[in-house]
């Protein structure tokens, strides 16, 4: 039972790049989410998904896209990438429980763009 | 990762002591609140949640205490243990889905 799995955990990219950041799930939750970890600043929602094709922006969608084609994976895109960009990513899923929503959390994938 | 939670608030105490963690959230309308627990270079995990009905609930060596008046929560962990080391972060839902998170607070345990 692997939970949610990120891959890769460690990505250096250049200025403009793009990448995707995966994320997958075996535990048939219909919430996923997106995060972005800063020093000092606690976990910033990026995106999040209700269920397979839905989903919505967070706090901080800006320079980042989502699609959910399935109900397991949930790919995050760096479309250009930029030195704000550096970051701990972390997915996340749930059951879905509207206003209950516990998160099992991927072990995170660090971004570092020069 | 080890670089997350430099500029983290902190809190120091003894092995065996009580700790207590406390938490400001911004939202009133906030109904369901999380307590998080991260070690380094892991994601967080799920520690104690309480609904905004109630203000107080137990778990095993853990207690989270809420007050809507002045929209604050507290982490109480019985008899602190050297594993007890990590960032606390508590978060809330209004209701819907999204989970917002509060900047973490640095546990150390000493020995």
């Known amino acids: 039972n692997a939970g949610v799995t990120q891959t890769p955990k460690f990505q250096v990219l250049k200025t403009g790049q793009s990448m995707t950041l995966q994320c997958a799930q075996d535990?048939?939750?219909?919430?996923m989410s997106w995060y972005r970890q800063d020093p000092g600043m606690g976990l910033r929602l990026i995106h999040y998904s209700v269920g397979a094709g839905i989903t919505d922006q967070g706090e901080v969608p800006n320079g980042y896209n989502v699609s959910r084609s399935t109900t397991e994976d949930f790919p995050l895109r760096l479309l250009s990438a930029a030195p704000s960009q550096t970051s701990v990513y972390f997915c996340?899923?749930?059951?879905?429980?509207?206003?209950?929503?516990?998160?099992?959390f991927g072990a995170g994938s660090r971004l570092t763009v020069l | 990762g080890e670089s997350v939670g430099l500029h983290l608030p902190t809190l120091s105490v003894q092995e065996g002591d009580n700790s207590i963690i406390n938490c400001a959230y911004s939202n009133s309308a906030s109904d369901y609140f999380i307590w998080y627990k991260q070690e380094s270079g892991k994601g967080p995990q799920f520690i104690i949640d309480?609904?905004?009905?109630?203000d107080k609930r137990q778990g095993q060596r853990v207690t989270v205490l809420l007050n809507k008046t002045v929209k604050h929560l507290s982490l109480q962990i019985a008899a602190t243990q050297p594993g007890d080391s990590a960032v606390y972060f508590c978060?809330?839902?209004?209701?819907?889905?999204?989970?917002?998170f509060g900047a973490g607070t640095r546990l150390f345990v000493k020995a």
């Open positions: 978060a809330e839902n209004t209701g819907g889905f999204k989970t917002i």
């Open positions: 535990m048939n939750h219909e919430y």
């Open positions: 996340a899923s749930s059951l879905g429980d509207r206003g209950a929503n516990v998160l099992t």
């Open positions: 309480i609904r905004s009905n109630m």
